[in-house]
């Protein structure tokens, strides 16, 4: 089983910074993916951006060229810095990893999810 801890939300002025981290512990045997994704009020949850193991990146069109992720495997931790922030990027922003539980299985798992507010 994986925990993941997320912290770094906020309050922040639109055209401001923030760093969100979450790291992941328990049990598995290595992670294969780890990313975010966000819910804004009365919308659907949607993909903000997901790093494998490799290095390999995605991310939403609306984020591009604003936020980055990146990863630490040591710490099987994984970082979104956001940048150039706009009120419609407010949002709860959850983690997300998939995560090898076995020689042969894969599972996912979610964090509690941090809440992003971008306003003056």
């Known amino acids: 089983q994986v925990q993941l801890v997320e912290s770094g939300g906020g309050l922040v002025q639109p055209g401001g910074s923030l760093r969100l981290s979450c790291a992941a512990s328990?049990?598995?045997?290595?992670?294969?993916?780890m990313g975010w994704y966000r819910q804004a009020p009365g919308k659907e949850l949607e993909l903000v951006a997901t790093i494998m193991d490799t290095g390999s990146t995605k991310y939403a069109d609306s984020v591009k060229g604003r936020f980055t992720i990146s990863r630490d495997n040591a710490k099987n931790t994984v970082y979104l810095q956001m940048n150039s922030l706009k009120p419609e990027d407010t949002a709860v922003y959850y983690c997300?990893?998939?995560?090898?539980?076995?020689?042969?299985?894969?599972?996912?798992?979610w964090g509690q999810g941090t809440q992003v507010t971008v306003s003056s």
């Open positions: 328990g049990s598995f045997f290595s992670i294969n993916s």
């Open positions: 997300h990893t998939q995560y090898r539980n076995s020689e042969y299985t894969m599972a996912n798992h």
